[in-house]
């Protein structure tokens, strides 16, 4: 690390003077206790309704609906997200959000406050994918309440939020389709008093997956907690993930999909990823008014991606539907990527009475370094771990960001607020090629992302909110440092929204227009690794939710997002044209779930509609490709009904089934070097023992 950890334990002393949080009483440490550190976006959820913004709350009554598999099952029933799927195992995740494309990396992903992609500035953030086995819930902010957390904020921010395990013992296992094992083990202890807490949550599972692209996936995270005196609470959370997958970036060529072929195109490529990491959180209610909260975190992750080379990268034989038919020799290429980051993020949080009113301030101070060690590795096809000639790529990717924010709520009378905030990025990228005698010189940029909300409470079922705000994606240092045509400056759009929403314990429902408004965007689905281009875009569009629970245990929840203009501004050359659509970002997404609950029984039917989309910015309709690259071509709209269950036989002992894709619905969820399928009707039953 370039930054050393006792330089960064310093800088947390600062911090404590200068951090930033979310405001809580002293009497609520002992809720916040309970979760062992766990951090939360809003700070409690009743703050959802005083922000200037469009929030989601995904808890865990909705998840135990959904059963979902991975963490893309939930976000995919979110307003305002479409999720681009490529194997049912999601050990990869392509997420976009308002009409931003899928994989775009233009939105932060947190994890209980800490951000988890494997790379923010130096490298790819679809590697990981956190496991759904450990999560309570998530949260979803979209608007100038993202600016409290960025960068990579211009679709918002995706908290999940982890488990603490009740005291005792809980084993959940499950069996379905494609011979799928898993099985979880929750262990959770606590003082009498109730102010120190241990939990354990393991998970195991394999399975051969389907179209036979098998995984083998293990997780496991350890947390604890304890009061200090009455004011203070230290939390540590430890994560070890592993997972071997049998993916890859190559999909189904047009023939095959048409022919009802299921088999795995790539079966000897593997996508090998570990990580680990630690969390230390500290929160201290210094006063009823004044909350101060510092983390510290570190994390590493390898991520060895092992692929048949290609003998030729541009192959003139073609199959029947003309397309080029690849051929493959008796070497493997691993390209090997580990990440590593060392952060530290402090906030203080007051209330005061500044020109007579209330307010709520925050500021704060994060320091994050960051490394990539990328290798280019070549093995005999018997031998595939072992390298059988010098290194084809060796070069270190490094970069150190500090961020400074400052906001504060305005509250001019009980019902109308005004919060204004801004926050100041600053960040330098390196690269060091070991292969040559001189490294590139580095590139260093500073933001300024200022913001402005406005809120007004009518009554409890009708609450006004709007937004402007500059957002900011930081380029990647492929994109910047050895390259022909580096970006001038970092991608940014002015979002702006405005909406209504409101809940009464049973009807709740927001309505939110949006607007992203690009001057220089990144060219989509560009991973930072290949030359961009800049140029403007623009993303409109609206997205609606609403539930009501009646009185005799049936509930109805649906949202839809509509996005009519999600275009390019201007034409680029090979890439897209003026006007044409924004790839991945289908113009109406939807979602309806019908449950019923009474007494130990719960049932939900869910459906999930998704628009077509383009695979590029030339919206081509028929599928193309151009040597070994990525496909373009529209992919039809298609929907997916789910049919979940749980009985609880004993207070003690549940049991529950799923039915996922009900009526077996044929579809296409992208293309890459090929067709990737979804997935085909599935089966899953299993079990809850609590003691």
């Known amino acids: 690390m370039r930054i050393r950890i006792d330089t960064v334990m310093g800088l947390a002393v600062v911090a404590m003077v200068l951090g930033w949080g979310p405001v ?36 865990d009554a909705i998840m135990g609906r959904v059963q979902a598999r991975s963490t893309e099952d939930v976000l995919r029933r979110v307003p305002g997200i479409y999720v681009k799927g490529e194997e049912e195992s999601a050990v990869v995740v392509n997420v976009g959000v308002r009409g931003l494309p899928a994989g775009d990396y233009k939105t932060l992903v947190l994890e209980d406050g800490v951000p988890i992609q494997p ?10 994918n956190p496991r759904i086995q450990r999560m309570r819930g998530a949260e979803v902010l979209k608007g100038a309440a993202s600016l409290r957390y960025g960068p990579n904020t211009i679709g918002g921010v995706i908290n999940y939020q982890t488990k603490t395990p009740d005291d005792g013992v809980s084993i959940s296992g499950r069996v379905s389709s494609w011979n799928t094992y898993e ?17 354990v949550i393991a998970t195991r599972a394999e399975s051969d997956g389907f179209m036979d692209k098998r995984y083998d996936t293990t997780d496991v995270m350890v947390k604890t907690g ?45 996508f090998l990823t570990t990580r680990k990491a630690f969390d230390v959180s500290h929160e201290w209610f210094i006063h009823p008014d004044v ?37 493959f020799g008796d070497e493997v290429q691993g390209n090997n990527r580990t990440f590593e980051r060392l952060g530290l993020d402090s906030r203080l949080a007051l209330q005061h009475g500044l020109f007579g009113m209330g307010n709520e301030a925050e500021f704060g101070v994060r320091v994050i370094t960051e490394e990539m060690l990328d290798q280019t590795i070549r093995a005999d096809r018997a031998t595939p771990r072992t390298p059988n000639q010098p290194l084809l790529r060796h070069r270190l990717d490094s970069a150190d960001s500090l961020a400074l924010f400052g906001q504060n709520r305005f ?226 709209s298609y929907y997916t009904v789910d049919l979940t269950g749980r009985y609880a036989l004993r207070s003690n002992v549940s049991v529950f089934g799923a039915i996922k894709n009900l009526t077996d619905e044929e579809y296409i969820t992208g293309l890459r070097q090929g067709i990737y399928v979804g997935p085909e009707r599935s089966f899953k039953v299993g079990a809850t023992y609590t003691f």
């Open 226 to 270: 304890t009061a200090i005196g009455a004011n203070q609470f230290v939390g540590v959370k430890f994560l070890y993930y592993e997972t071997d997958a049998n993916i890859s970036y190559r999909g189904l060529f047009p023939d095959a999909y048409r022919a009802g072929a299921r088999f795995n195109p790539a079966p000897d490529d593997w």
């Open 24 to 59: 809580l009483r002293a009497n609520e440490l002992d809720e916040r206790t309970i979760q062992l550190g766990t951090v939360t976006v809003l700070g409690r959820q009743q703050e959802a309704q005083l922000l200037p913004g469009s929030v989601s709350l995904v808890t």
């Open 411 to 636: 509250d001019a009378t009980d019902r109308f607020a005004v919060t204004a905030g801004l926050r100041v990025e600053t960040y330098e990228q390196k690269r060091d090629d070991v292969r040559r005698t001189r490294s590139a010189d580095p590139f260093s940029n500073t933001e300024f992302m200022p913001g402005i909300g406005v809120s007004y409470r009518i009554d409890p079922l009708a609450q006004l909110y709007g937004s402007v705000y500059r957002a900011f994606a930081p380029p990647l240092v492929g994109s910047v440092i050895g390259v022909d045509t580096p970006p001038t400056k970092a991608e940014t759009s002015v979002n702006i929204e405005f909406g209504i929403r409101g809940d009464d314990g049973r009807l709740h429902y927001e309505v939110t227009a949006f607007q992203m408004d690009f001057s220089n965007q990144v060219d989509p689905g560009v991973s930072g690794i290949r030359d961009p281009n800049e140029g403007s875009a623009l993303i409109q569009g609206m997205e609606a939710a609403l539930g009501y629970a009646f009185e005799n245990g049936l509930y109805v929840d649906g949202n839809v997002t509509w996005v009519p203009t999600a275009e390019f501004g201007e034409d680029r050359p090979g890439d897209a044209l003026k006007g044409n659509r924004l790839p991945y970002s289908p113009e109406w997404t939807a979602n309806l779930s019908v449950g019923y609950q009474h007494g130990r029984l719960q049932a939900n039917l869910l459906l999930n509609v998704v628009d077509e989309v383009f695979g590029d910015g030339m919206n081509a309709r028929a599928f193309t490709t151009e040597k070994t690259g990525t496909w373009g071509g529209l992919i039809p």
């Open 291 to 327: 909350t101060l909260q510092t983390q510290v975190y570190w994390s590493e992750m390898s991520r060895d991606y092992w692929r048949f080379q290609l003998v030729d990268d541009n192959p003139t034989t073609t199959n029947a539907d003309g397309f080029r038919v690849w051929n």
């Open 119 to 128: 790379g923010i500035f130096v490298g790819n953030a679809r590697y990981y």
């Open 183 to 199: 099985t979880t083990v929750e262990v959770g202890g606590s003082t009498p008093a109730g102010d120190a807490h241990f939990g």
